[in-house]
């Protein structure tokens, strides 16, 4: 079923897995990615802009779903190709991806290193929330001495997970009118989840 996508890629293929989930969810991509390096072929299967199959192939075999994920680096270098929807369902049922956390925190950011940090590295999940209700869509990014070590999108839960050295931040959200707002946040072992309340 591979062999029927495309051989040249419609976008860039430099993206990174954060770049890729980021590009795939904001499009609502139905698709397929592909790394590879010498040994290792990982395909990454999208519908509707989320990752929901995964194929791996090395020199040890192929893995499938949630075996394939866990072989993600978080280093890779991705193509990604449109592909019919009927074909990326047909797909999936082959591969299915039950736990995308892995891929969204542990593989999706390299961990920063910039400055002193008291140590440990730990994975932050922040939701994102108005009145209490969970907000989807709002574009989350942390820096630290204003750079970004980590950007995402909320999901459905209004949550996103970043894996990050213990310290100190600055989270910066945007919601879909454009409406950015700044806070500063403390992720350490006893604070690893953290709801903010957007003001209307």
Same mark, same amino acid.
């Given at each position: 079923m591979?062999?029927?996508v495309p051989k040249e890629s419609l976008y860039p293929e430099s993206m990174s897995l954060a770049e890729l989930l980021r590009f795939a969810s904001t499009?609502?991509?139905?698709?397929?990615a592909k790394a590879k390096s010498d040994?290792?072929?990982?395909?990454l299967v999208f519908f509707s802009g989320e990752p929901e199959g995964a194929i791996c192939i090395d020199d040890k075999g192929t893995f499938y779903g949630d075996e394939a994920t866990v072989l993600i680096q978080g280093n890779e270098t991705f193509a990604l190709w449109d592909v019919e929807a009927d074909l990326? $369902?047909?797909l999936v049922m082959r591969c299915r991806i039950y736990e995308k956390a892995y891929i969204k925190t542990s593989s999706m950011y390299e961990v920063p290193n910039i400055g002193i940090k008291s140590t440990g590295i730990g994975v932050l999940s922040l939701t994102i929330t108005q009145k209490n209700v969970p907000k989807n869509g709002i574009w989350v990014s942390i820096r630290e001495e204003g750079m970004t070590v980590g950007s995402d999108i909320t999901t459905d839960t209004g949550s996103v997970s970043f894996r990050l050295m213990y310290g100190d931040y600055i989270c910066i959200v945007e919601d879909r009118a454009h409406?950015?707002?700044?806070?500063?946040? $403390?992720f350490d072992r006893t604070n690893t989840r953290i709801v903010h309340d957007l003001e209307e």
């Open positions: 591979l062999a029927k499009r609502h991509i139905n698709g397929i040994n290792t072929e990982m395909y990326v $369902r047909a409406i950015a707002s700044t806070f500063p946040l $403390r």
